[in-house]
């Protein structure tokens, strides 16, 4: 278990789209918004992880059409919810005073996001401690992942808050806003268009 445990840390604390994102929606729009985000986000994550236990996830994405088809989507959208939060508080003409994604924004981020199936596909496929009680087992890595999975993104949160309080000149939380973006989308590519296999 405690392989598990160690696992879960280190994937879940690497950066992906999902902490990224609360980090940038935190630095750009506040805690109000970041929280109910994080609500979205929490949401999505647990959706996937039933996905992949169930094999819904392996089902779908056994068939290469509806894989290309969803990673074209997950990249488009990833890419949109990108742009928002690195033109947040710009004067930008064809982007004014953007909404933060909320709650759906952050089930949505969940659903597409690459690096979700990859963790929770890791996850629960491997690390077995219970093999005699499998669904023991089920619900205690939940458990575990759950715990960890919102101390880290809660944290994000907190960090990206603390760079919005800090006042700083308009240019540099331009300039951090466009890097926790860019490096979304870096995150988002590296996940999606990885060798497979």
């Keep these: 278990m405690a392989s598990f445990v160690l696992a879960v840390f280190f994937l879940i604390v690497t950066p992906g789209p999902g902490a990224l994102s609360l980090a940038g929606v935190g630095s750009a729009f506040g805690y ?18 039933f996905a992949v236990i169930s094999g819904l996830a392996a089902l779908v994405l056994a068939e290469p059409g509806i894989r290309v088809g969803l990673t074209m989507a997950s990249v488009a959208y990833l890419l949109w919810l990108a742009s928002r939060i690195a033109f947040a508080g710009t004067r930008i003409a064809f982007i004014e005073q953007p909404s933060p994604p909320g709650i759906r924004g952050g089930i949505l981020l969940q ?3 690459p690096k979700a199936y990859v963790v929770n596909t890791t996850l629960f496929s491997g690390f077995v401690f219970m093999a ?25 949160l907190c960090a990206g808050v603390t760079i919005r309080r800090m006042r700083l000149p308009a240019k540099w939380q331009r300039g951090i806003n466009m890097g926790m973006a860019a490096a979304m989308v870096a995150v988002v590519a590296l996940a999606a268009f990885a060798p497979k296999g």
Excluded: D, M, Q
Excluded at 35 to 48: C, D, E, S
Excluded at 133 to 145: A, R, S, Y
Excluded at 146 to 153: A, C, E, F, M, R
């Design 32 to 49: 109000a918004h970041g929280v109910r985000y994080l609500a979205g986000l929490f949401v999505g994550t647990n959706l996937v992880c």
């Design 111 to 113: 659903a597409v996001n």
């Design 132 to 156: 005699e009680h499998p669904l023991l087992e089920i619900g205690v890595k939940l458990l575990l992942l759950n715990v960890l999975w919102l101390s880290i993104h809660v944290a994000w």
